[in-house]
Every structure is written in structure tokens, then in C-alpha cells.
Nanobody, 119 residues
Framework: QVQLVESGGGLVQAGGSLRLSCAVSGSIFSRNSMGWYRQAPGKQRELVAAISSGGSTNYADSVKGRFTISKDNPKNTVYLKMNSLKSEDTAVYYC?????????????WGQGTQVTVSS
């Protein structure tokens, strides 16, 4: 069983920074892509950033240049460094892993962590 545990959310003033962490446990016996999604009240869940097994990344236009996704393979941990936070970044942030070596691919989610940015 694959489990993801997020941490690092909280309350921060606009312009501040936070770093979210996602620790993955279980057997990752597959090629994979990991990502961060967020969901604000009344909004659809949206992709924020993703990173592949090979280290390639992609970002939502709204966070490009401000957020950085990275991973520490020995610790099985993925990070999201968020700089220059804005009030519109307020949301529940969810860690995700897609095990793309399976057919169909298998998707797992963390429990979510609240990020609140005050103006």
C-alpha cells in the first residue's frame, strides 16, 4: 500500500514563503510522476507542479517563477517551495503520485494541507 503524508502548511502573510513536504511510504516499484495539486473553496482541483522520475518539471502558469518542486529520492520525499505567496494561493494543497508503470496507471493522494495567505 502506498501512502503519502503532507506537512508544512500554515498561515503566512502575502509575500512570504512556505515549504510543503510529502513523504511517500510503500513500494514504488514503478516509473512515476509526483505532483502537487490545490483546491480553493468553490474551485476545481488544479495541478500546481509535477516532477517525473527523470527530474523534468512543469508548473501552472499562475505559479511559474514563484514555486519550485523538487525531490529527495533517498528520503522518498517531494517538496514544494512557495515564494512570493499571494492571497490567491490560499487553498488545500494535495500531494500526488502516479505510478505510470501500471496499466492502467495507479494514482494515490495525500490527505491535504491547508495554506492560507493573508493580505
Amino acid at each position: 500500500q502506498v501512502q503519502l503524508v503532507e506537512s508544512g502548511g500554515g498561515l503566512v502573510q502575502a509575500g512570504g514563503s512556505l515549504r510543503l513536504s510529502c513523504a511517500v511510504s510503500g513500494s514504488i516499484f514503478s516509473r512515476n510522476s509526483m505532483g502537487w495539486y490545490r483546491q480553493a473553496p468553490g474551485k476545481q482541483r488544479e495541478l500546481v507542479a509535477a516532477i517525473s522520475s527523470g527530474g523534468s518539471t512543469n508548473y501552472a502558469d499562475s505559479v511559474k517563477g514563484r514555486f519550485t518542486i523538487s525531490k529527495d529520492n533517498p528520503k522518498n520525499t517531494v517538496y514544494l517551495k512557495m515564494n512570493s505567496l499571494k492571497s490567491e494561493d490560499t487553498a488545500v494543497y494535495y500531494c500526488n503520485i502516479d505510478l505510470i508503470g501500471y496499466n492502467p496507471p495507479r494514482r494515490y493522494w495525500g490527505q491535504g494541507t491547508q495554506v492560507t495567505v493573508s493580505s
